[in-house]
């Protein structure tokens, strides 16, 4: 496999041709296991998804592990669990999909329960706040839970456990994970924290974003009384939602900029700055990957700067920022707004273009019943094209490969690796047809490569192409071989 490394806002590979990375989500929370009163982990993996991946023209997995999983107990690490990891991470190298390992979290632990997931009960302390179950939806903890906020500030403020700093463990951790993994070919990189939620300040937050709800709704002349009402009263209440408009749900969120921007700054950062530092101390050369917080999914701005190793930005950085719809993952997810997540990753457009790094959309999309929600995932994969971004889907779970989500819209044709440097793409799914091009300033040791996901009818282009069918599949892919010039492909399926 190629080495995998960023330049600018782009991804290159050892050949230095433009990589586009279209992925999908392989987490690992685990879950409470009753009779041994401990959490069991299995990352659902069975010997059919690399190849169905592979066949239907995926090329990452953003791989989901946990702390608890690596280190159960302090300073013991579950080597059998990261020896399983690495046969799969082999089975992803057979066939060309590579992988960031993402160190995931939700409500910071599981509590002992099925609450959340991330780190070990050792290093879950929430001080004289007991963990009781969730009551409504899963992410209530974020909102008003003290046991997680507490959990989760002692983590910010690095309180010693078992003689040493809470990030130091965890730093340390990811350590052992990069030193058995980090020379896996298929490994591109270490996304180092999922999601990372400020703490009390956090529910802070919630608490003032509710409030600017209530006076927008009141005061904002955009966002109809009446129609609130009607809806509210009506089958369908989700669609009250779809009152507020991009710029009025923006006006809601900045009630938490600048919460999340002291969080950012003085909080993350310099924990980010100290994880890069220790993975660099074993691994120089694979990319650092770094999340926005828990609540920049919402569109607030993303604050913090490169991490620093040495007191300097790291060179080989890459952005995973998420976004999701207010609805996703209900009945009503076909409601989702394109206006409202359109807005939201436009905002993580700004923050890439402030730190002049690539981007993987760690996160996002959803699932619900029936295909009224599919044209809000079309949306989405042409806006990240238009972006030039790669992606990994949230998430894969058992039956996903049978579904017409799976086959009719997450497959579908993208530039898997190009000579020179992309000036646009586009799959107009109405026209079935795919188009790239690109600007070549060199010669080039290896192609163009195009991932075709049905039988190609014609080939526009200036240059030699060959179309290799992909055995057991409907899809292709399209070599070209180009010269030093602007290139345009047009492809009819």
Not at 339 to 355: N, P
Request: hydrophobic letters at 35%; glycine letters at 8%.
């Amino acid at each position: 496999m190629e080495r995998i490394f960023t330049k600018g806002t782009k991804i290159l590979d050892s050949y230095g041709r433009e990589r586009i990375f279209n992925g999908m989500n392989v987490c690992d929370k685990g879950c409470a296991n009753k009779e041994t009163g401990k959490h069991d982990y299995d990352l659902a993996w069975d010997s059919t998804l690399a190849e169905t991946l592979y066949t239907h023209g995926f090329n990452m997995i953003r791989m989901g592990i946990t702390w608890d999983a690596v280190e159960p107990e302090p300073g013991k690490y579950n080597t059998d669990y990261l020896n399983k990891i690495r046969t799969y991470l082999d089975e992803c190298a057979q066939k060309g999909i590579y992988v960031y390992l993402d160190m995931h979290q939700d409500l910071f632990s599981h509590y002992g329960e099925s609450v959340g997931d991330g780190a070990p009960d050792w290093a879950t302390d929430t001080g004289k706040y007991k963990p009781v179950p969730t009551r409504f939806v899963w992410a209530e903890g974020y909102f008003w839970r003290r046991f997680v906020h507490k959990a989760f500030d002692n983590f910010w403020e690095n309180k010693v456990i078992n003689g040493k700093g809470l990030q130091d463990w965890f730093s340390d951790m990811w350590q052992f994970v990069v030193s058995e993994l980090g020379s896996h070919p298929a490994v591109i990189g270490y996304d180092m924290f999922n999601e990372p939620f400020p703490g009390k300040s956090g529910g802070k937050v919630f608490r003032s974003l509710i409030k600017k709800l209530v006076v927008t709704t009141l005061t904002d002349s955009t966002v109809s009384k009446t129609q609130l009402i009607k809806r509210a009263l009506s089958k369908e209440k989700a669609t009250v939602l779809n009152l507020y408009n991009s710029e009025v749900f923006r006006k809601i969120t900045s009630a938490g900029d600048a919460i999340i921007k002291d969080f950012d700054l003085n909080r993350y950062f310099p924990f980010i700055s100290k994880v890069s530092s220790s993975i660099r101390e074993i691994d120089k050369e694979k990319i650092l990957i770094m999340e926005n917080s828990y609540y920049s999914n919402l569109g607030i701005p993303y604050s913090c700067p490169l991490p620093e190793v040495g007191g300097k930005p790291d060179g080989n950085v890459i952005f995973t920022p998420h976004a999701y719809d207010l609805m996703v993952d209900t009945p009503a997810y076909k409601y989702a707004s394109n206006d409202r997540v359109g807005s939201i990753f436009a905002e993580h457009k700004r923050s890439q273009e402030r730190l002049g790094i690539p981007v993987i959309v760690g996160e996002w999309g959803g699932f619900s019943e029936g295909n009224d929600w599919f044209p809000h995932v079309k949306f989405l994969l042409g806006l990240f094209d238009s972006y030039k971004w790669s992606n990994t889907y949230w998430a894969h779970f058992g039956g996903l490969f049978e579904t017409e989500l799976f086959k009719d819209v997450l497959t579908r044709p993208y530039p898997r690796a190009v000579t020179g440097e992309i000036t646009s793409y586009c799959h107009n799914r109405e026209e079935e047809s795919f188009t790239l091009t690109y600007k070549q300033r060199k010669a080039y040791d290896a192609p163009t490569e195009i991932f075709a996901h049905k039988p190609v009818k014609s080939v526009e282009t200036d240059g030699e192409y060959t179309i290799t069918p992909i055995e057991n599949s409907q899809g292709s892919v399209i070599t070209l071989n180009t010269g030093i010039g602007e290139h345009s492909i047009k492809i009819m399926f």
